[in-house]
């Protein structure tokens, strides 16, 4: 089944502890996405993409990371999380080409204490 | 700066009216505006459009896009229970950076 997974689905943190939510899809998609979403803001973009190796900032990257040794996964990486960074986390791909749908992970629920 | 404004932010209607989303845009080097639709979990998509005037279907959904008075309206005719959902629409910035609106969310009742 094609699809984008994400891990963990639901994190509870504390301050300052460094964590990675993964992100991988297997559909061979060359262009892969971060988004976070909190109430009333919609989604905003974190990071983007194009490639292998290839990664730009998206609307609000502070205090993200992110990286992309292979095409299938691109994790998410909060290397000192605050507070502000607890919300929805959805992970996107698609196909290269820019006429083609984003594929969106079933999102990930992250609590920083 | 880029921005995205969707309206109305809720709306309440019942089986059988027809609703129209408006989603207005701000977004430098624009290159597509995008819906999706969003129940209790990840945004599946609805349309993307890139030409002015085209508009595009699904069923009972419809788009299109305005690119000179930059805005686009979704049409849902003939709603069902099944169309409560949270509407997003986003613009493209070089088809890579999307900036999404906060969302419209549609309330249908029986």
């Known amino acids: 089944e094609a699809q984008v997974t994400q891990n963990p689905r639901y994190l509870i943190t504390v301050t300052g502890k460094k964590l990675t939510v993964t992100c991988s899809q297997n559909?061979?998609?060359?262009?892969m996405s971060w988004y976070r979403q909190d109430p009333g803001l919609g989604l905003r973009q974190i990071y983007y993409?194009?490639?292998?190796?290839?990664?730009d900032k998206g609307d609000v990257p502070e205090g993200y990371k992110v990286s992309r040794k292979e095409k299938r996964n691109f994790p998410l990486i909060l290397e000192s999380p605050s507070p502000n960074q607890t919300s929805l986390y959805f992970c996107?791909?698609?196909?290269?080409?820019?006429?083609?749908?984003?594929?969106f992970g079933p999102g990930t629920r992250l609590t920083v204490l | 700066e880029d921005k995205v404004v969707q309206s109305p932010l809720s709306l309440v209607v019942h089986e059988g009216d027809t609703v129209t989303l408006n989603c207005s845009y701000e977004?430098?080097?624009?290159?597509?505006l995008l819906w999706y639709k969003q129940e209790k979990k990840a945004p599946t998509f609805l349309f993307m459009l890139?030409?002015?005037?085209i508009e595009k279907k699904s069923g009972r959904l419809s788009s299109i896009l305005d690119k000179k008075e930059l805005f686009s309206i979704l049409n849902i005719t003939a709603t069902q229970t099944g169309d409560s959902a949270v509407y997003l629409c986003?613009?493209?910035?070089?088809?890579?950076?999307?900036?999404f609106g906060s969302g419209t969310k549609l309330n249908v009742k029986p």
């Open positions: 996107a791909s698609r196909v290269g080409t820019a006429y083609n749908e984003q594929f």
């Open positions: 559909m061979n998609h060359e262009y």
């Open positions: 993409s194009m490639n292998v190796e290839v990664t």
């Open positions: 977004v430098t080097n624009f290159r597509s």
């Open positions: 890139t030409s002015s005037g």
């Open positions: 986003a613009g493209g910035y070089n088809f890579n950076k999307f900036y």
